[in-house]
């Protein structure tokens, strides 16, 4: 098992004694555990011997509560009385502070409710059978089935039917950490994902045919020379908008993609090289999971079907779709999936469709397929779209700029502008609406008149306003930032963050020495973490989470040019085990402290610890007594943690983790 070694950090100190931290936890830890051995022989003995003791420490314990009670009881009570003789002009400042002192009072007696349950609630978690191995919570098509879910609803989302699973995944018999970057984007571990030899040979699409297996990898051969075929085809789809190749879309206002039914993403690793961020998305699939494959290649990508609820995206996210052979029927449900393509689509943005009806050969010889074809185009134009290109089974349609030409179109041709209540940025868990979204909303923006990558990231004054966030406030927040991803690089810099990492036996990496592909940050707020990681130069992406009990700023996160989901961190994740390098989490334990009864830490750690690969890494910035709690916590998942005092602000505490390498033995 590695363990980072540290440097010198300005801001920042760890807790403890001069000598190594790491040894000196271990050694506390290594007496306590005998301590504990030595405390339960004793106790054994004395058990067998006689029950008085027992008796005696259970007796004294609840005299204890109750004396503690019955001091409170008289101490708020005296306070009350004392309160009243206040004058009228002071009490509001006292009230409050008084309120403040009940609840810290009260989480205090609960606390040592907890403690007194004893250590079973402390013991650490088991390991998981081998049949979580790949296992995503909330995705269950034969459960859903024999629940009533019908008409696409059975392969969707649904949380909340299952029990929470406190266990540790392990990853498969032969797993193997991932390759670093960019080796790693072009091939992977067969073992380590759950796919078989045919289900690789009979792959059908684009992107899913452009791969090998070898003994024991996975070879993506879009980076080949002998097979250029993602190269060919994301040139063709720059031709057929106007540009001279796919290096030129940032330049056409094209930053975001969202590629639909990705294959396994080769389409967009090609364009990750081209500063183009291309978040894959498909229906969970329990083996040859399009998903799994493209994040095992360190990509951006999420489970998420859209055949009866909106996409988890604000509308106008992104700033062109992306379909090929993509296994979805536009034509289907009077068209609205095309409707929920229209409102996730920036103004001015690009939908690419290729699939053999657009070929026009082949709608030709057949009319059902001519039918088909009539009814996708005739819709998207009352959708206001405009055909830019068609060749060959490859389409290209523009969204319109002006939010004026759906007032222009014929009464009663094409579906309606959706009223007020329709058209909201948080869209979780609401179903496909049948109207025109976003067209009222503030960020109607063309991409032609947004500012070009990268500059897109830094918003203005104006471009504040729209969200509602003052400039100072934005200036705190990135400076903060910047600092903050500094503190990171050296603290762990030598093994994941510095420009020469690797692992104790390991040969010299080539360059870029990138070992943390990817990052989940958890409580992205204005996706500042992301863009002090990309000032810094890193050549990673970043899963900005904007949990739904939060303030919403996915709709600015995403207009940054970033890529986001919205999230309630009380369900799972919609993404398989072992997927992420790095998960960031600020002021989250503090959001959902505020949000009682929902669910449990130790809920939200064991999702972590599900969805972070083997020798992956957790940092946490919160208030010191949730992280010290948080710490805890760590030694049940079996993790390695230290805490990490701020000198710059005493109220809070960091708490790196990192997650051991556990093998399951062969059977």
């Known amino acids: 098992m590695s363990r980072p070694l540290l440097r010198g950090v300005s801001g920042m100190r760890i807790s403890g004694n001069g000598h190594d931290p790491w040894d000196s936890e271990m050694k506390e830890r290594n007496e306590k555990e005998d301590l504990e051995k030595d405390h339960s022989t004793d106790q054994s003995y004395l058990a067998l011997s006689s029950g008085t003791p027992r008796s005696r420490q259970n007796f004294t314990m609840l005299f204890l509560k109750f004396s503690l009670i019955a001091i409170v009881f008289l101490a708020l009570t005296g306070s009350f009385w004392w309160t009243i003789s206040i004058s009228t002009s002071s009490r509001g400042h006292i009230y409050h502070g008084y309120r403040r002192l009940q609840e810290q009072l009260v989480s205090d007696l609960w606390d040592i409710g907890e403690i007194s349950l004893g250590s079973s609630r402390s013991k650490d978690l088991e390991f998981c059978s081998e049949d979580f191995e790949n296992y995503v919570p909330c995705f269950n098509e034969s459960q859903n089935l024999a629940l009533g879910y019908s008409n696409g609803d059975e392969v969707d989302r649904h949380c909340g039917q299952e029990l929470k699973q406190h266990c540790l995944v392990l990853p498969p018999v032969k797993y193997r950490i991932p390759l670093r970057w960019p ?8 073992s380590n994902v759950k796919i078989t030899a045919q289900e690789v040979l009979s792959s059908g699409s684009l992107t899913k045919r452009m791969m090998m297996l070898e003994e024991e990898q996975i070879s993506f051969r879009s980076a080949s020379l002998m097979f250029d075929g993602v190269e060919d085809y994301s040139h063709q789809i720059a031709e057929m908008i106007g540009l001279r190749n796919e290096s030129n879309f940032i330049l056409a206002g094209v930053r975001t993609i969202l590629d639909i039914g990705c294959g396994y993403g080769s389409f967009g690793a090609h364009l990750f090289s081209k500063e183009l961020l291309t978040m894959c998305i498909a229906n969970y699939e329990a083996s040859g999971s399009q998903v799994q494959l493209t994040l095992e290649r360190g990509l951006p990508a999420m489970i998420g079907s859209f055949a009866s609820k909106q996409l988890p995206y604000p509308s106008l996210s992104f700033d062109m779709l992306h379909c090929a052979r993509c296994g979805i029927d536009w034509d289907q449900k009077d068209g609205i999936l095309l409707l929920e393509v229209d409102r996730v689509l920036k103004p001015g943005g690009y939908f690419v469709w290729t699939a053999p009806l657009t070929n026009p050969q082949a709608f030709l010889r057949n009319k059902e397929n001519q039918k088909r074809w009539n009814f996708v185009r005739d819709f998207v134009e009352n959708l206001c779209w405009e055909l830019v290109s068609q060749q060959d089974e490859t389409v290209v349609w523009k969204k319109t700029s002006k939010a004026s030409c759906y007032s222009s179109r014929k009464p009663g041709s094409g579906p309606s502008i959706c009223s007020k209540g329709n058209d909201v940025e948080s869209p979780y868990y609401r179903p496909l609406q049948p109207c025109i979204g976003g067209t009222r909303n503030r960020r109607w923006i063309p991409i032609e008149e947004r500012r070009n990558w990268p500059s897109r990231a830094n918003l203005n004054k104006n471009e504040l306003a729209v969200y509602g966030v003052h400039p100072e406030e934005f200036a705190e927040d990135t400076e903060n930032w910047k600092t903050a991803v500094g503190n990171f690089w050296s603290l762990l810099s030598p093994l994941i963050f510095s420009d020469h ?15 943390v592909r990817n990052v989940l940050d958890m409580n ?5 973490f992301n863009s002090a990681l990309l000032e810094k130069g890193k050549s990673v992406w970043v899963m900005n989470v904007v949990p739904t009990i939060g303030t919403n700023y996915l709709p600015m996160i995403l207009d940054r040019g970033f890529v986001g989901v919205l999230h309630d961190w009380c369900e799972a994740f919609p993404t398989y085990p ?22 449990t830490t130790l809920d939200i750690f064991t999702e972590i610890d599900r969805i972070l690969r083997p020798e992956g890494w957790v940092i946490i910035r919160d208030t010191a007594r949730l992280i010290e709690s948080a710490r805890a916590l760590t030694t049940r998942l079996k993790w390695d943690a230290r805490v990490i005092e701020i000198e710059s602000n005493s109220d809070e505490r960091l708490l790196i983790c990192q997650k051991p390498f556990f093998k399951r033995q062969a059977s």
């Open 183 to 190: 080796t790693g984007r072009d091939v992977i571990w067969v």
């Open 501 to 515: 990492p690797k692992r104790p036996g390991d040969e010299d990496p080539s360059p870029p020495y990138n070992m």
């Open 524 to 528: 992205a707020h204005f996706g500042g």
């Open 578 to 599: 072992r997927t992420y390098d790095l998960v960031h989490a600020e002021g989250l334990l503090s959001l959902e402290s505020g949000h009682r009864h929902r669910c």
